[in-house]
């Protein structure tokens, strides 16, 4: 099973560019987790609403519109599927879908961003709390538990390009890193760095405005994470860094079911 994670930075402009569907055709994707969709579903056409061969799901910001927002489509019917996590300041952003299958629990997240003011750093470190709470209880009530996304943070220096120019901007102030700490610490595991512990240079993210992504100077923010007894089921990760239509480049793992 194949799953792809994706920050689209608005499904509308990739679909019209037509950067949508060869996603889902040259990696033949079981399911396609995507965020920063910045719509509600009545604001895309049908081709891209049903996409032929999936079933479809989409959260969205109930509180202004073009912003926030996530969607899963999947070729298989989950058993069940939550948009959110039940805390309503968090849910009304349209961060997050839980996705229940019949061998793990999906949860595909956009995680805030912190770099428009003081107030939504402590609003991001609130949700990151609640977040880590919300996959401890689903794994401890014996799910097992794969969350992706944009956690809009990158953990460590081998993470980014620039580590020392960043210390103290958000996306690597240590507080945000801390919050991953944690998540290593409650037993998940950062999917790609299992795989490639020493690997540098590799980036999801890019700042359009300063060509970043010509010269690779970039940041690794966009994450797999699954509790480390499920690892042995990941077969393996790629980065689709080559993938046009975003300001993030694709990610993916295979699952052996």
């Keep these: 099973m194949k799953i792809i994670s994706w920050n689209t930075n608005g499904l509308r402009a ?37 996409l032929k061969g999936y079933h479809s799901y989409f959260s969205y910001s109930k509180l202004r519109k073009g912003y926030s927002g996530v969607a899963i489509y999947s070729k298989v019917e989950p058993l069940k599927v939550e948009y959110g996590m039940g805390i309503k300041k968090f849910d009304d952003e349209g961060r997050t879908i839980v996705a229940y299958y019949k061998d793990f629990v999906l949860i595909n997240c956009y995680f805030p961003n912190a770099g428009v003011s003081p107030e939504r750093l402590v609003y991001k470190l609130e949700f990151y709390d609640a977040f880590l709470k919300f996959i401890n209880k689903l794994k401890k009530s014996g799910n097992n538990v794969i969350f992706t996304g944009d956690v809009n943070t990158a953990h460590n220096a081998i993470d980014l390009a620039r580590p020392k120019a960043n210390e103290n901007n958000t996306g690597f102030l240590r507080v945000e890193r801390d919050w991953l700490d944690k998540v290593v610490e409650n037993d998940f595991v950062d999917i790609f760095r299992t795989f490639y512990p020493g690997m540098k240079d590799i980036y999801t993210y890019w700042d359009m405005k300063t060509g970043a992504r010509a010269r690779n100077v970039g940041w690794r923010i966009d994450y797999f994470f699954t509790n480390k007894s499920f690892m042995k089921k990941i077969k393996s990760f790629k980065t689709l860094t080559d993938y046009p239509g975003s300001d993030h480049c694709p990610i993916m793992i295979d699952i052996s079911i």
């Design 14 to 50: 990739t679909a019209k560019q037509g950067h949508l569907v060869p996603l889902f055709a040259y990696n033949n994707a079981d399911i396609v987790c995507l965020q920063e969709t910045k719509c509600e579903p009545d604001q895309l056409d049908d081709a891209t609403r049903n």
